[in-house]
């Protein structure tokens, strides 16, 4: 019937609408939209809840694999950086002993060269050394060799067996070693010998000589390898060659060869 | 009695699609412009009333506004000529967008003779929607026809 009459149903309409309008102000009128309000959005507001704590959640757990994976990934980055900081450490303690080196080498009037210690035994601590020198970097047998250590310079050996790109170098402390040697300050002189310890000794010591412990040991200018007064070591011990009119010393090496890395060749 | 479920789902779901996105503010008012086109002024103007009443509580006019208005928008829409071809995207388009203009004149036309607000017809950014009413009609036609067999103009 309505259908037939759709004026008639607009002013139906028309004249609510203008009821709710005049009576807006009206508590009634605003408690009634006040819980038509309510009824509509409390579903909307519990939807509204669940999708934001599931998003909430959601959010949660790519926070996590996010967190997860940045952490991973620090881990990576401290192990490459502890692994640099390595590298630069030993690069640095490297870069220090070789500017010593290289001071200490422009100081030096003589021509000398710089060798690589490329193989120590620990059986042959006292006795030889390899170092990465050879006949194409013009090095020959009986050449002194230098070392290093400690802000000390001083006589480690000499050059024995010669090869292409490798030299052996017989160290001081050989028990086939003997050098010529001169006390200092009382400029007496004896045979260096060495006995394959940590310590040299000096024989042939003129019995009335003037030495004490303490005094320094260099090379004697009767040695036609070594240049005279190159430090060989310190007097630690003196002692008497039985009833000869000679006595001896024990001498501490200045250089311990088995501490070096590299040498310096004359 | 199936129609009355249909419509009242699809109030429900303009309602609540408003309350979520306020973007869609005109959905309403197309759905009336809709039914009034195509089921005629009587359906158009109830539509528009129970919209408009349903509307009103979420929206910040006077109560009874929006009732009065899109009640209004539904029975002139019905009202239309049958020779108006509501198949056209160009007429649909035309027709929301006075209806739209329509539906606000009305609005601040009421508010000013019961609470004595000035209001300002303003053209926002929602008119951008009336670009899309073809879209939305035919979303509105599945959205019928996916409930009743055809869709038949009683205008």
Do not use: C
């Not at chain 1, 021509?111 to 050879?134: E, F, H, T, V």
């Not at chain 1, 050449?143 to 001083?154: E, P, S």
């Not at chain 1, 000794?201 to 005094?215: N, V």
């Not at chain 2, 309350?19 to 528009?48: C, E, K, V």
Request: glycine content about 8%.
């Amino acid at each position: 019937m309505y259908k037939k009459n759709p004026t008639i149903l607009l002013s139906f309409y028309l004249i609510i609408s203008i009821l709710i309008l005049s009576f807006n102000v009206n508590p009634s009128i605003k408690a009634a939209r006040d819980f038509l309000f309510y009824v509509i959005i409390s579903p909307y507001s519990k939807i509204d809840s669940a999708i934001f704590s599931v998003n909430r959640f959601g959010n949660n757990i790519k926070e996590l694999v996010d967190a997860h994976q940045q952490i991973l990934d620090l881990k990576n980055e401290n192990k490459q950086l502890l692994t640099d900081l390595l590298k630069l450490k030993i690069l640095e303690v490297e870069n220090k002993r070789l500017t010593e080196i290289l001071n200490y080498k422009k100081n030096l009037k003589r021509k000398i060269n710089i060798a690589r210690i490329i193989a120590k035994p620990s059986q042959q601590y006292y006795k030889s050394l390899i170092i990465d020198k050879g006949i194409d970097d013009n090095l020959k047998e009986n050449r002194a060799v230098y070392g290093y250590y400690k802000n000390h310079f001083g006589i480690i050996g000499q050059l024995i067996d010669v090869s292409k790109n490798t030299s052996q170098v017989l160290l001081i402390t050989n028990r086939i070693s003997k050098i010529p040697g001169r006390i200092i300050p009382a400029g007496v002189d004896g045979i260096i010998l060495g006995n394959e310890t940590n310590e040299l000794e000096m024989a042939w010591i003129p019995i009335d000589a003037e030495i004490k412990i303490g005094d320094e040991v260099v090379s004697s200018s009767a040695s036609d390898i070594f240049p005279s007064g190159i430090p060989i070591g310190i007097i630690v011990s003196i002692s008497q060659s039985g009833h000869l009119p000679f006595k001896s010393a024990q001498v501490k090496p200045t250089i311990p060869a088995f501490q070096l890395t590299d040498v310096f060749i004359e | 009695m199936k129609k009355i479920f249909f419509y009242f789902v699809s109030i429900s779901v303009i309602i609540f699609s408003g309350i979520l996105f306020s973007n869609t503010s005109l959905l309403g008012l197309i759905f009336i412009i809709f039914i009034g086109l195509y089921r005629g002024s009587a359906t158009g103007s109830t539509i528009g009333f129970f919209l408009g009443l349903t509307d009103g509580i979420f929206a910040s006019s006077t109560f009874g506004v929006l009732s009065f208005s899109y009640a209004v928008v539904g029975y002139v829409t019905g009202r239309l000529p049958g020779r108006i071809d509501e198949e056209n995207p160009l007429a649909q388009i035309i027709i929301v967008f006075i209806g739209v203009i329509f539906s606000k004149l009305i609005s601040i036309i009421l508010e000013m003779i019961f609470t004595g607000n000035k209001g300002i017809l303003g053209i926002g950014w929602e008119f951008i929607f009336v670009i899309f009413v073809p879209l939305f009609f035919t979303i509105f036609k599945k959205w019928w026809l996916l409930w009743f067999e055809k869709l038949t103009v009683e205008r």
